[in-house]
């Protein structure tokens, strides 16, 4: 399935859990956005020091970002334009992992380079893209609530996203 359709998948879903839910707006209102052109990605990737991941990449040349990315958004350059907008609280929430020793404790290496692409308001959950490409064949990490998931591409983050019996994604490191 191709990134369109995928996006376009996410959407229906998540449009009818927001309409099916019990009062309306128990979900976020699932949002797009208008395409990032290349100057905003190339940003986006110099902000997250490390290259963007080929779906990712290919997102954000559909939709700047989406909301209603289940109870979190999915954040594009946009949301790292502002100096107090969500990648600063989505900063904080991984120095707060770090402290924690939290991602050493799912096996990440110690020098893996994370960078977060969505976190929830009360930020207890998020997704975090990973690069350490000669140790991980992953290059996506989910955690909150509890969980820790770990997909080797954004199509694999997406497909659990929209069905998570589509998949079995590791919870840990080897």
Do not use: C
Not at 13 to 36: C, H, K, M, Q, S
Not at 80 to 102: F, N, R, V
């Amino acid at each position: 399935m191709d990134m369109r359709q995928l996006t376009g998948q996410l959407m229906s879903v998540r449009i009818a859990e927001y309409l099916a839910g019990d009062p309306v707006g128990l979900f976020p209102t699932p949002r797009l956005y208008p395409p990032a052109g290349p100057v905003a990605v190339r940003a986006l990737e110099e902000r997250a020091r490390q290259p963007l991941e080929a779906g990712y990449r290919e997102f954000l040349s559909l939709t700047d970002g989406l909301d209603g990315f289940g109870l979190m958004p999915l954040f594009g350059g946009k949301d790292w334009a502002e100096e107090d907008g969500p990648g600063t609280a989505a900063l904080h929430y991984l120095d707060g992992l770090w402290e924690a020793g939290t991602p050493v404790d799912v096996g990440l290496p110690e020098d893996v380079a994370l960078f977060p692409v969505s976190v929830n308001k009360d930020v207890s959950a998020g997704v975090f893209m990973l690069h350490r490409p000669d140790v991980l064949p992953e290059r996506w990490w989910w955690i909150g609530e509890g969980s820790s998931f770990f997909f080797p591409t954004f199509v694999d983050l997406l497909a659990f996203a929209i069905d998570p019996l589509s998949s079995a994604p590791r919870e840990y490191v080897d």
